[in-house]
């Protein structure tokens, strides 16, 4: 069965520091994937998604980049961290190739920016 | 236009009751509409889902109800109980997407 393991589970961060959170989906091949940010009480924003190493579409502009070294890595970096950073932080993987399927998501990242 | 409106945002059950949340769309070239519960601390997990080829699906205490003419789906969880007390999000992918659309979420407080 396919499992998506993201880390850390929580992080504390200074403004202007920099950020890596990482995500990994095990169990399937070629996935896509996404990165969303879910605001205290609110809904999902999705941020990134990838159907392939190395491709990278943007949702929103921001502070926030994302890179796929891998063909089941997801990564979601930042130069430097902003106040408005602040979030729960949510990868999640879905199907390749195939439209109109779930999406599975990870545990999440707390990132509180001080 | 590529909105999903959920409606309530919070709502309090008593046990044995039925929880009604209800979400509406404008764009009908929406084919897929999952509901996803999500316990806090914890990501979403896929409830149940349905596509617009039929009306009602269910599974076990959780019930879909689809009306394509008014643009409008809704979950019903039978027999409500307090481990299902958590936040319920719908959400809505359009034909040929990859991508969700997810409604604003509402919170489930289901009392003993």
């Known amino acids: 069965s396919q499992t998506i393991h993201q880390w850390p589970a929580t992080l504390v961060q200074p403004v202007g520091s920099p950020l890596s959170l990482e995500c990994t989906v095990e169990?399937?091949?070629?996935?896509?994937l996404y990165w969303y940010r879910q605001a205290a009480g609110r809904g999902l924003q999705l941020l990134f998604y990838?159907?392939?190493?190395?491709?990278i579409s943007s949702e929103v502009p921001q502070n926030l980049s994302a890179s796929r070294p891998q063909d089941r890595q997801f990564i979601l970096s930042s130069k430097k961290l902003l106040l408005s950073d602040s979030g729960f932080y949510l990868c999640?993987?879905?199907?390749?190739?195939?439209?109109?399927?779930?999406?599975?998501f990870g545990d999440g990242t707390r990132l509180s920016i001080l | 236009q590529q909105q999903v409106k959920q409606s309530p945002q919070s709502l309090i059950v008593q046990k044995g009751g039925i929880s009604i949340i209800n979400c509406a769309y404008e764009?009908?070239?929406?084919?897929?509409f999952p509901w996803y519960q999500q316990f806090p601390g914890k990501g979403p997990a896929l409830l149940i889902a349905?596509?617009?080829?039929?009306s009602e699906k269910k599974e076990g205490r959780f019930t879909i109800s689809f009306n394509k003419s008014a643009k409008q789906f809704s979950l019903h969880i039978m027999d409500s109980q307090p481990g299902d007390s958590a936040t319920y999000f719908c959400a809505a992918s359009l034909s040929g997407s990859y991508k969700l659309i997810f409604g604003s979420g509402t919170r489930l407080l289901v009392r003993p």
């Open positions: 990838s159907v392939g190493i190395g491709q």
């Open positions: 764009n009908t070239a929406f084919d897929y």
């Open positions: 999640a993987w879905s199907h390749q190739g195939i439209s109109n399927q779930p999406q599975h």
């Open positions: 169990g399937t091949s070629n996935p896509n």
């Open positions: 349905i596509r617009p080829d039929v």
